[in-house]
């Protein structure tokens, strides 16, 4: 994962080498891959006292709020800093909800999107070069994808090509334009007439989140392993009773093997680099 400073090094190399600005989306977008879920935010640094003030908002619903508290370390009374968060390598990252990060991303190739949220930012039409059904979206184009729930849109993300949607739910993540729940695109101003079709875009290569981590295996211990505890019960795997303890024994080792299995990867019960990076990306 890249941290904040490293993320902004490389968006201002592609700028200065003078991309498209559907390229430029495309990595972005890769380029914040991992980074966190945060109702209501539009690109600001991840930390406690941040998390705390959203937290604290009236309009933020209480889930949304215990959620805020929850995935920080600190405001979650766990840690006293930031050192050895997932959302802290080596510096903070930005977080957004999915509206913001859609807006955050394409700023930075210069496209103003407006709107407090993904209904209103599909009803305002000055937003959007054009737009329609899911099912007709152009091959190539770059743009943003929505999902109807009733008269409003729940959902927001980025089109980048080849049938790959970034997204921001619960983190930054790659999808497919063929999941459950996508309905609409809309091109913003200032990418229409641009399509992928031919180019190759070149994909990020973040610095792993294993590269700051250590191998865990049967008999580890500490914040790391509580952190593959957790990342393990967000993505579904079941660690029994005793949940994230740090204590990494045979339940934390059956769901290791069963994501290692799920990633199509060895299976082996180590947690090393490679499965520290699968982790990172899912």
């Not at 937290?55 to 508290?69: K, N, T, V, Y």
Request: glycine content about 12%; charged content about 20%.
């Amino acid at each position: 994962m890249n941290n904040f400073k490293q993320a902004e090094s490389l968006i201002d190399q592609w700028k200065a080498s003078g991309l498209s600005a559907s390229e430029i989306v495309c990595r972005t977008a890769e380029a914040c891959l991992g980074w966190p879920y945060v109702w209501g935010a539009y690109g600001q640094k991840c930390t406690p006292s941040h998390r705390k003030a959203y937290a604290s908002r009236s309009a933020c619903p209480a889930g949304e709020a215990e959620q805020i508290r929850k995935k920080c370390p600190v405001c979650s009374g766990k840690k006293s800093s930031c050192d050895g968060c997932k959302y802290y390598p080596g510096g903070p990252v930005l977080d957004f909800d999915c509206r913001g990060f859609t807006r955050w991303v394409l700023g930075q190739a210069g496209i103003s999107l407006m709107g407090a949220g993904a209904t209103s930012q599909w009803n305002n039409s000055s937003n959007w070069a054009m737009k329609g059904l899911i099912a007709d979206l152009p091959d190539g184009q770059v743009c943003c994808l929505f999902m109807q729930n009733g008269k409003k849109m729940s959902h927001t993300g980025l089109h980048v090509g080849g049938g790959t949607v970034i997204h921001c739910s619960a983190e930054v993540k790659r999808g497919k334009t063929s999941d459950k729940g996508w309905t609409h695109y809309a091109v913003p101003k200032g990418l229409e007439g641009e399509t992928l079709t031919g180019l190759e875009i070149q994909t990020v290569q973040p610095v792993s989140a294993a590269v700051s981590r250590p191998t865990l295996r049967k008999g580890s211990r500490g914040d790391a392993v509580r952190e593959l505890q957790e990342k393990l019960m967000d993505l579904g795997y079941d660690l029994g009773i005793y949940g994230a303890d740090g204590i990494f024994g045979k339940k934390t080792l059956a769901a290791v093997k069963a994501f290692q299995r799920d990633c199509g990867i060895k299976v082996d019960g180590i947690v090393g680099p490679v499965t520290w990076s699968c982790l990172a990306d899912s």
